[in-house]
């Protein structure tokens, strides 16, 4: 009796010891910052001033042409505004202090960067806040594949961009 007591103790802490040495040497995965969404993320500036954009993809129609969603968070005491240009074509916008500005929902409209592209390629788009910094950024393509842009994606764009002087 007291062999199948020891017997039964010892294979229990075996298994427990065994299996608690699965994450001993692996990485836990929670540690690794990522991007959540589809969309990619920029943060322009520093605490307390700290500007950010969230999520931002280019939504194509079936002809390709689009225009970008996603929001910019404004965490500084300031307005502040936010260029977001491609190659030749800029458009700012003023986010407010300590605001978020949406482009494409919510109720907001979505903004024409006059690009034209295929689903599944990327788009650089240069972010760049009030106070001079500046970031180049990959923006993925997307169209109606996804049930969750089918809404989303504007028909008939209405041009909010201005052309580079």
Same mark, same amino acid.
Request: some cysteine; hydrophobic content about 45%.
């Given at each position: ?9 010892? %294979?229990?802490?075996? %298994? ?22 589809d969309g ?23 002809? &390709?042409?689009?225009?970008?969603? &996603?929001? %910019?968070?404004?965490? &500084? ?9 491609? &190659?030749? %074509? ?34 650089k788009l ?28 504007p028909s ?10």
């Open positions: 009796m007291l062999v199948r007591k020891l017997a039964a103790v010892a %294979v229990a802490a075996s %298994v427990a010891f065994g299996t608690a040495g699965c994450t001993f040497m692996t990485p836990v995965a929670t540690q690794n910052a990522y991007q959540p969404g990619v993320n920029v943060d322009l500036g520093m605490m307390p001033s700290l500007v950010s954009a969230r999520n931002f993809v280019y939504l194509v129609n079936a002809s &390709g042409t689009g225009a970008l969603i &996603g929001s %910019v968070i404004n965490q &500084g005491s300031q307005e502040t505004n936010l260029t977001i240009s491609t &190659g030749t %074509v800029s458009s700012s916008v003023k986010v407010p202090a300590a605001g978020k500005l949406d482009f494409g929902y919510n109720g907001a409209a979505a903004l024409d960067l006059g690009v034209t592209s295929a689903p599944g390629t990327l788009i240069t972010v760049a806040d009030g106070a001079g910094d500046s970031k180049d950024v990959n923006v993925p393509v997307l169209d109606g594949t996804f049930t969750e842009y089918a809404g989303l994606i008939n764009p209405t041009p909010a961009a201005k052309p580079k002087n």
